[in-house]
Nanobody, 125 residues
Framework: QVQLVESGGGSVQAGGSLRLSCAFS????????MGWFRQAPGKERDRVAS????????YYADSVKGRFTISRDSAKNTLYLQMNNLKPDDTAVYYC??????????????????WGQGTQVTVSS
């Protein structure tokens, strides 16, 4: 069974940094695609970043390019999202997601089978 547990959220001022962690069960280590999504109040859940281990490719939303970095440590069964130069627009609940059915990482959250419970990130101006 695949289990994902996020941590590392919190409140920070604009310009600050946070690192989110997603601990995953050993079975999840076989999933090729893992990613981070976020959902702000009244908005849809959008993909922020993803990583596909088969070819090492990564994806970043335009709004976070150059500020966020996704990484996966299989030895520690953990997915990370390093977030630097945070902005108030980054305020959202952040979710870790995984799937192993596709060639590549889907853009739509509905195509991910496994989800964490979410962690709140609040950035104040």
């Amino acid at each position: 069974q695949v289990q994902l547990v996020e941590s590392g959220g919190g409140s920070v001022q604009a310009g600050g940094s946070l690192r989110l962690s997603c601990a995953f069960s050993e079975y999840a280590d076989s999933t090729d695609c893992m990613g981070w999504f976020r959902q702000a109040p009244g908005k849809e859940r959008d993909r922020v970043a993803s990583t596909y281990t088969t070819d090492g490719s990564t994806y970043y939303a335009d709004s976070v390019k150059g500020r966020f970095t996704i990484s996966r440590d299989s030895a520690k069964n953990t997915l990370y999202l390093q977030m630097n130069n945070l902005k108030p627009d980054d305020t959202a609940v952040y979710y870790c997601a995984a799937d192993d059915r596709w060639a590549g990482c889907p853009s739509q959250g509905s195509n991910y089978r496994y989800w964490g419970q979410g962690t709140q990130v609040t950035v104040s101006s």
